[in-house]
C-alpha cells in the first residue's frame, strides 16, 4: 500500500533522515524529516492554475508546534492550540524568505507550506529541521522550485563554531545564528550576537555554507527517486513585446521622477505617470501585466542609474547615511523616551520599568519560561501616508520587533545588576527605508534614558544591493525604493565593539562572499556615524532613575523564611502590600524585590520584612508589646510577628504573686533575650533592663563589681 522512500545521512553528530511516501501522501509533496529525536513533517501543496490578476506570487508557510511532540497538554481554558505563538510566526518567516526568490517568476499559482512538529527531544530546535524539510517537500513537488536549499544553526563558543547546537549548548553560545541557501550561495541569515567582530560572523556564514552541503545532496539524491513530474512553467504573455513598445516612451519621464529628492512627490509623480500608461490601453488589456511591464522598467531605471553614477534617487553616493536627529525625553510621564528620525524614517521609542510581576510568562515546547525584556514594534499605515486597517500586529510587526530585540538583548544588564522588568514599544510614525534599524537606535536611546544601564549604545544600518552580472552597488541606509527594486536586505546592527545582530534576505539566487564582506565594512562604517550622532543625545545611561519608575529594592533572606513572609494563604504578604502600598516578589531561592512609588512606602515595606525575618539575638534588648498574660509569665511581641515568654520569675527582683500585677495586655516594655528552648522558642527577662532608660541592669551591675574588685 505504501510506497516509501528514505534517505538516511550523518550530519553534526547526528542522524537526519527524510523519508516519503506514508503520510501525507495526497499533497504534491510531503517529506517527514527527523533529525536526532526530533520530527517535523512538511508538506507543499500548490494549485492546479493561477487566479486571473494576480501579479504577485501568492505564497504561505505556517509553522505550527503541537503540545503531543512534547508530551504535554496546551494550557488555557480550550487545551487546545490556538493562534501562533511569536516562535511560530518567526520561524514561518524564516522558512519564507529562502524558498521565495526561488520560485521561477511566472508561477502564480497559491502554494502553501505546512510544517507540524511531531515529536521534540528538548535538544535539537525543530526550526532548522523545519526549513529543510521544507525544501525538501517543495524539491519532490514538481512545482516549479529551483531549490532544494539547505540550513543549519552555528554557534560560537571558546573560539569554534559549533555546527546545530543544542538547546543546553546554546545558552552558553555568544553567537546565534541561522544560515539557508543553494549549493551556490547563501540566501538567509538570521542572527544573535554577543559583540562579535566582522570576521567572525562572516566565518560563521560561510561555515554554515559549506556544512549544509550534505543536506542539499541528500535532497537531491531523494528527488531522484521520490519526485513528481515536473509541472509545466507558465508561457510569457503573447502581448508582452506589444505592450513594451507602448510603455518605452514613458522611460524618460520616469528618469525625470527618479530625480525627485522628495518622497511624497516622487511618489506623486509616478503615481500619475503609471496612471498615464495605463490611459493608452483599452479594457480588454491585460493590466496585470502592464503594471509586471511598469515595474521593470522603473527597476531599470533606478538600478542602471546606480550603476553607471554610483548616484541614488535622492543623490547620496551609495555610502552616506542620511541626515539623522536624536532626542531623547520626548514624553514626560513616560520612565525613557526618544525619538529617532533619519531622513524620511522615523520612530518614537518609548520605554517602561517593571517588576517581576509584570514579567511575560510563554508557554513553549520545551516548557514555560519568563521574559523580562519585551521589545514591540508598531507600523500604523500614515507612516507611509497611507490609510489602512488597524489591528493586531501582523508577521511583518513580529519580525522586526524580534531582530530589534536581538539587537539589544545582548547589552542588557543581568537581573541581579538591575531588577526590572522592561517594555520597550516602537512606533514608528515616518518610514522610507529600514524602520526596524531606525527601532534599534531609538530603543538604545530610550532605554539610556530610562536609566537603564546598558553596557553600550547600539546602532543598526540597512543595505542594500544593485547586481547586474558582474557588476554591483552596495548601498548604505537604502531608502524605501532601493529596499524595493533592490536585490539584497542586509541589516547589521551592533556597537562600536561588534556585531549583535544581522539580518539578510537576497532576492537573487546568491552572492558571493566578496559582497558580503563589502556590506560587512560599509555596514561598520555606517553604524560608527549613527552612534556619533546619537551621542549628541545622550552617551550613557542615567544614573537616576524617573521619579514615575518604580523603585526596587533586592534583598535576601533565608529560604525557612519564605513561608513566614507569604503566610498562611498569602494573608502575609498581601496585608503588607495593602498597607504599603508596594508591590513585593519573592523568588524561590529566597530573593526578595520591593517595587514602590516613593522612597517611604519602600522603607516600610523593607521593615516590615525585616522584622518578620529578623532572628532574635542572645543578649540583646528589645521594645515589645505584652500580647497576652498567663499564670506563669507574659508573651512580648518584640520582633516583627515574634513572640517571646517572659517567665514570671524575670517579671521583677523578688517573688511576684501575679502576672497582672507588673504588666497586661498592651503595655510597651523593655526585654532581654536570656535564651532560646529546646524548640527554639524566645526566653525573655523584664527585670535585666531599665525599664526607663532601656539600659541593660546585668551588665552594669557586672562593671561595678569589677570595679568594687579593683
Not at 615 to 637: M, Q, R, W
Not at 693 to 699: A, V
Request: net charge negative.
Amino acid at each position: 500500500m505504501f510506497e516509501v522512500y528514505r534517505k538516511e545521512i550523518t550530519w553534526g553528530g547526528k542522524t537526519l533522515t527524510f523519508e516519503t511516501g506514508k503520510i501525507a501522501r495526497q499533497a504534491d509533496g510531503a517529506v517527514m524529516v527527523t533529525y536526532g529525536g526530533t520530527t517535523v513533517l512538511c508538506t507543499a501543496v500548490g494549485a492546479s492554475s493561477a487566479k486571473p490578476g494576480i501579479d504577485f506570487f501568492p505564497l504561505t508557510v505556517n509553522y505550527q508546534e503541537k503540545s503531543f511532540a512534547a508530551g504535554r497538554i496546551p494550557g488555557g481554558f480550550f487545551k487546545r492550540e490556538g493562534r501562533p505563538s511569536e516562535k511560530e510566526t518567526l520561524v514561518s518567516r524564516l522558512i519564507d524568505r529562502p524558498i521565495r526568490p526561488l520560485f521561477h517568476k511566472n508561477f502564480k499559482n497559491e502554494t502553501q507550506i505546512i510544517a507540524t512538529v511531531l515529536a521534540h527531544d528538548m535538544e535539537n530546535d525543530p526550526d532548522i529541521v523545519a526549513i529543510i524539510g521544507a525544501s525538501a517537500a517543495l524539491t519532490i513537488s514538481g512545482l516549479p522550485f529551483m531549490g532544494p536549499i539547505g540550513a543549519c544553526k552555528i554557534g560560537w563558543e571558546n573560539n569554534n563554531y559549533i555546527l546545530n547546537p543544542t538547546i543546553d549548548q546554546m545558552k552558553k553560545s555568544k553567537l546565534d545564528l541561522v544560515v539557508a541557501g543553494t549549493s551556490e550561495g547563501v540566501l538567509m541569515v538570521e542572527s544573535e550576537a554577543s559583540e562579535l567582530s566582522e570576521e567572525i560572523m562572516l566565518g560563521a556564514v560561510d561555515y554554515g555554507h559549506k556544512a549544509m552541503e550534505d543536506v542539499i545532496k541528500a535532497i537531491i539524491e531523494l528527488a531522484e527517486v521520490a519526485a513528481k513530474e515536473p509541472r509545466p512553467i507558465p508561457d510569457e504573455p503573447s502581448e508582452k513585446a506589444e505592450y513594451k513598445k507602448l510603455i518605452k516612451p514613458f522611460r524618460k519621464k520616469f528618469e525625470k521622477a527618479y530625480k525627485e529628492v522628495d518622497k511624497s512627490n516622487r511618489s506623486k509623480l509616478l503615481s500619475e505617470i503609471r496612471d498615464n500608461i495605463l490611459s493608452e490601453f483599452d479594457e480588454t488589456s491585460d493590466y496585470t501585466l502592464i503594471s509586471s511591464l511598469t515595474k521593470d522598467l522603473e527597476a531599470d531605471i533606478v538600478r542602471s542609474s546606480i550603476l553607471k553614477t554610483q548616484k541614488r534617487i535622492d543623490g547620496r553616493d551609495t555610502k552616506t547615511v542620511r541626515p539623522i536627529i536624536a532626542e531623547v525625553g520626548t514624553l514626560p510621564r513616560s520612565h525613557g523616551s526618544a525619538l529617532f528620525t533619519r531622513g524620511e524614517t522615523q520612530t518614537l521609542v518609548v520605554a517602561t520599568l517593571g517588576t517581576g510581576q509584570d514579567e511575560q510568562i510563554i508557554d513553549a515546547l520545551e516548557g514555560e519560561y519568563r521574559s523580562r525584556f519585551m521589545l514591540h514594534y508598531n507600523f500604523p499605515p500614515f507612516s507611509v501616508g497611507e490609510a489602512g486597517r488597524v489591528g493586531s500586529p501582523g508577521r511583518r510587526e513580529i519580525g522586526h520587533g524580534k531582530l530589534a530585540w536581538r539587537a539589544i538583548n545582548p547589552l542588557l544588564p543581568s537581573e541581579d545588576d538591575f531588577p526590572y522588568t522592561v517594555r520597550v514599544v516602537s512606533e514608528v510614525t515616518e518610514s522610507n527605508g529600514s524602520s526596524s534599524m531606525a527601532t534599534v537606535c531609538g530603543t538604545s536611546l530610550a532605554l539610556m534614558d530610562a536609566g537603564v544601564p546598558i553596557k553600550k549604545p547600539v546602532a543598526g544600518i540597512a543595505m542594500g544591493l544593485i547586481k547586474e552580472k558582474k557588476e554591483f552597488s552596495v548601498l548604505s541606509d537604502i531608502l524605501g525604493d532601493e529596499d524595493h527594486l533592490g536585490d539584497m536586505d542586509f541589516k547589521v546592527a551592533g556597537t562600536v565593539e561588534g556585531i549583535t545582530s544581522l539580518q539578510m534576505d537576497i532576492k537573487i539566487t546568491s552572492i558571493t562572499k566578496e559582497i558580503m564582506e563589502i556590506a560587512l565594512e560599509q555596514a561598520k562604517e555606517g553604524r560608527t556615524h549613527i552612534l556619533k550622532e546619537m551621542s549628541k543625545a545622550i552617551t550613557s545611561s542615567r544614573e537616576v532613575l524617573a521619579d514615575t519608575a518604580p523603585k526596587i529594592t533586592t534583598l535576601k533572606i533565608k529560604l525557612e523564611k519564605i513561608r513566614d513572609v507569604i503566610g498562611p494563604g498569602g494573608k502575609v504578604i498581601r496585608e503588607i502590600c495593602e498597607t504599603t502600598g508596594a508591590k513585593v516578589d519573592i523568588d524561590d531561592d529566597g530573593t526578595v524585590k520591593i517595587a514602590a512609588s516613593d522612597n517611604e512606602s519602600s522603607e516600610s515595606a523593607l521593615k516590615k520584612i525585616n522584622d518578620i525575618v529578623a532572628e532574635a539575638e542572645l543578649g540583646v534588648i528589645y521594645t515589645g508589646k505584652v500580647v497576652k498574660t498567663v499564670d506563669f509569665g507574659a508573651f512580648v511581641n518584640f520582633l516583627g510577628t515574634k513572640d517571646g515568654l517572659v517567665h514570671i520569675s524575670e517579671l521583677q527582683n523578688g517573688r511576684t504573686e501575679k502576672t497582672t500585677d507588673i504588666c497586661k495586655e498592651g503595655d510597651i516594655v523593655k526585654v532581654k533575650v536570656i535564651g532560646f528552648d529546646d524548640r527554639g522558642k524566645v526566653k525573655l527577662s523584664m527585670k535585666r533592663v531599665d525599664q526607663e532608660t532601656g539600659s541593660d541592669i546585668e551588665n552594669s551591675n557586672q562593671e561595678n563589681e569589677l570595679r568594687r574588685g579593683n
